[in-house]
């Protein structure tokens, strides 16, 4: 199995190597390059240690977060895949990257993943870095699965992260399947993460999906919206822009595994495909209806 997934790596390797290179030039080009420099030295450690004052403020008074389900966890390596909220910041997936490092300490690192255009930016894509976060491409995510890596991945990407406000408890991986096929490769269990109140730290009033394509961003960085949000200093402005989060309170869970069968051949069999990708959305779905109904308050709480 361990082969199998070191052969797939090397196939997705040259696969976006060579997707890279049509891309060559421009801005798109120029995203493409900077985000393909990654590697998997992890976190790190030092940083981490000066950080964590500031991380376990946050974590634990701001967001208030609780998190459970470790005992659902398999041995690595696994992908975990989930939803997340309030793009560029999405708090609550910075959390569960905290509450790992808590839980597991630098023995077990999580790899986080982020889109292009986060990794493309310099200091942000260099702090990334040093906390483990890899470009969610094929290529990096398949070689930290073969390496025995755990792998944190948000499929909905931006159509995820970026919904209103009052789809904030809809599971919505945005029908991208490839986590499926990657894990079946790999030869890996997908672990579902369930999580609640991230959507109020940054509530989104609109999408954006028009203006995307208005201000081409869906071409030049693959953002297929543009959303305006409620934020700290600004009130009403993109969702794009520095700010501070407002104090929600961040419910987390950590699902049973999805267990597949690691045929290589599965991954071309779209009916069973589509079969495991409604499982991990179902299971995440009804995680996070449990979750809400902990709420005391529409907001906040």
Do not use: C
């Not at 755990?150 to 990407?157: Q, R, S, T, Y």
């Not at 794009?240 to 699902?255: D, E, M, W």
């Amino acid at each position: 199995m361990r082969e199998q997934a070191q052969q797939h790596a090397e196939q997705a390797r040259a696969t976006m190597e060579e997707k890279r290179d049509e891309h060559r030039g421009g801005l798109t080009g120029w995203v493409a390059q900077r985000a393909a420099q990654w590697d998997l030295s992890g976190q790190d450690e030092t940083a981490l240690q000066r950080q964590k004052f500031a991380w376990n403020l946050l974590v634990d008074y701001w967001f208030r977060m609780e998190i459970d389900g470790w005992e659902n966890i398999p041995e690595p390596p696994a992908l975990l895949v989930g939803i997340h909220s309030g793009a560029p910041f999405v708090w609550d997936a910075w959390t569960v990257g905290l509450q790992w490092w808590r839980h597991f300490g630098p023995e077990r690192t999580l790899h986080g993943t982020a889109h292009d255009a986060l990794m493309a930016i310099p200091l942000f894509g260099r702090y990334f870095r040093s906390m483990g976060v890899l470009p969610a491409a094929p290529d990096a995510i398949a070689t930290a699965l073969a390496e025995g890596r755990d792998v944190a991945l948000w499929p909905g990407g931006e159509v995820d992260s970026l919904r209103p406000w009052i789809e904030r408890d809809q599971a919505n991986l945005a029908g991208r399947k490839g986590f499926v096929k990657m894990a079946i490769r790999a030869g890996v269990p997908i672990v579902p993460i369930a999580t609640v109140g991230g959507a109020d730290a940054m509530p989104v009033l609109i999408r954006g999906d028009r203006l995307s394509k208005a201000l081409r961003l869906d071409r030049l960085l693959r953002l297929k919206v543009f959303p305006l949000a409620i934020s700290l200093p600004w009130g009403i402005a993109p969702a794009a822009l520095p700010q501070l989060p407002l104090p929600a309170k961040i419910r987390t869970r950590f699902l049973p595994a999805v267990e597949l069968d690691h045929d290589p051949a599965r991954a071309e069999d779209d009916d069973y495909v589509d079969e495991k990708y409604r499982e991990v959305q179902d299971g995440i779905q009804q995680g996070m209806d449990a979750l809400a109904r902990m709420r005391a308050l529409p907001v906040f709480a």
